[in-house]
């Protein structure tokens, strides 16, 4: 069969994640669950100020979303690596960055695409304005595949080393930072009434960007694992 | 035409750098010595403010040494990971602590600067995350490469990640330009006259020249260091005369 782009390839490991996280409904709630809860736990330790929950409500959803990807990332690679899938794979005659997009588009729907869709719930106990809910969950929307996408580089980079769960919090924090800055500053933006779309459109120029070039370096890191 | 190959073979490598070594960490003195007389002895006392700027003749240097590194640190992995050759990682690991210590030295005295001119020791200003990023990244650098037992594959680990993060060295550079910041813009310039008097102008570009034949002193012993420890087995390290003692 005539794959050379991978396209196949690609929608194939999406739906085969899809399918064994769904076998495994408890592991793929988890990450969901700890941002549900990290974010309950800023109003009980700050006070419940209306004012200034409604100031930290971008910011702590924002961080709660991004630990919560950043949790989940060790996963992504861990068990194929583990039982030799991983192996397989770059063995194949499809392309390795094709599967690498799949898995990584596989992982967001599962943890990006619901933290996005539950972050305006959360920021109605953080009385944020309903106009800034759409917008949050837009800039989550987008940002949450640059999370996914530079994450699964720290995710290959760390792939079987010892602690590799907090080194990869500490390669891939710092690089997590523009995203943040840009994701909070466009609802910060859009409560404040200048708009949001100069922000979302940098956080799109990101995804782009982290899009083409991401892949690039994963695959990368998962030969020199590999080898 | 200069066969390059040879020189990057550690065996030609380690005696060409014991003998560079000296050079450099000489250079370096005399450079940091006439820097430092100029910048404290005949420079004027600004007229705004005062004697306290006389820290730029530290900060302006470290600051553009820790991005400097952070990019020939990123050149020799992105020569490790094409020619695959051995010597490339090394360079790399070497220069990465001395551009941490760079890195934070800039945001150290960066704040000691900060403090009586601004008022505060920190803000949350565009240049000064993008450097605390920057020390980030280098500490990333040395954790992932001390994390993984195996040379090779650590070397060319570090160079993905350090791949990676040479994306933040323009943003630090421009970041003065790009957002309207509390800190100031480039007092120097290649394409214009700098906006400063010559005597300080001239004991800046000292002490940035001292830093840079330091950092290439430090780094060519941290090498030396690394060939021993990583070619151990190979029979010529115990030819050499220091070896031997």
């Known amino acids: 069969m005539n794959d050379s782009l991978g396209l196949y390839a690609c929608c194939r490991i999406a739906q085969r994640d899809l399918k064994l996280a769904m076998r495994r409904k408890s592991d793929a709630a988890t990450p969901l669950l700890f941002f549900v809860i990290v974010a309950t736990l800023f109003p009980l330790g700050i006070g419940t100020e209306a004012d200034t929950l409604r100031t930290i409500a971008p910011g702590v959803l924002w961080v709660a979303a991004l630990l919560a990807t950043m949790l989940s990332l060790p996963k992504l690679f861990e068990d194929d690596y583990a039982d030799g899938t991983l192996e397989q794979l770059a063995l194949s005659s499809a392309p390795l960055s094709a599967f690498v997009v799949g898995k990584i588009a596989a992982h967001w729907l599962l943890t990006g695409l619901p933290v996005a869709v539950l972050a305006p719930l959360l920021a109605l106990q953080f009385h944020l304005p309903s106009s800034s809910l759409l917008v949050l969950s837009a800039t989550l929307m987008i940002g949450t595949p640059v999370l996914g996408l530079i994450g699964a580089i720290g995710a290959s980079l760390t792939l079987g080393i010892r602690g590799g769960g907090i080194l990869l919090a500490l390669l891939v924090l710092p690089l997590y930072v523009p995203v943040l800055i840009f994701g909070t500053g466009a609802v910060d933006a859009a409560a404040a009434g200048l708009g949001a779309t100069a922000n979302l459109s940098l956080l799109g120029a990101m995804l782009v960007i982290g899009f083409f070039f991401a892949p690039w370096a994963i695959t990368a890191a998962l030969r020199i694992a590999l080898e | ?245």
């Open chain 2, 1 to 245: 035409m200069i066969d390059w190959f040879k020189y990057s073979s550690p065996k030609t490598f380690y005696p060409i750098a014991g003998k560079a070594i000296p050079w450099f960490a000489a250079i370096a003195t005399v450079l940091a010595v006439a820097g430092m007389y100029v910048g404290f002895f005949m420079a004027p006392t600004d007229a705004q403010q005062g004697e306290g700027y006389r820290i730029i003749f530290l900060h302006v240097p470290v600051s553009w040494m820790s991005m400097f590194i952070y990019v020939i640190m990123a050149f020799w992995a992105a020569i490790g990971l094409i020619f695959n050759s051995r010597l490339s990682g090394m360079m790399a690991s070497a220069l990465a602590p001395t551009g941490a210590i760079f890195t934070f030295l800039s945001l150290w005295t960066g704040a000691l600067w900060g403090k009586p001119m601004w008022g505060i020791w920190w803000v949350w200003d565009a240049r000064l995350t993008s450097e605390l990023i920057l020390l980030f990244l280098y500490l990333g650098f040395m954790a992932l490469q001390s994390a993984i037992d195996d040379v090779r594959r650590a070397d060319k680990a570090g160079a993905v990640l350090a791949l990676v993060g040479v994306v933040n060295i323009p943003v630090i550079y421009f970041s003065v330009q790009w957002w309207n910041t509390l800190h100031q813009g480039a007092s120097v310039s290649l394409t214009r006259a700098p906006s400063m008097a010559t005597i300080m102008l001239v004991g800046m570009l000292l002490m940035a020249l001292a830093a840079w034949m330091y950092t290439a002193a430090i780094s060519l012993m941290r090498v030396r260091c690394l060939i021993l420890e990583r070619e151990h087995h190979a029979a010529w390290i115990h030819e050499l005369k220091e070896i031997k003692q």
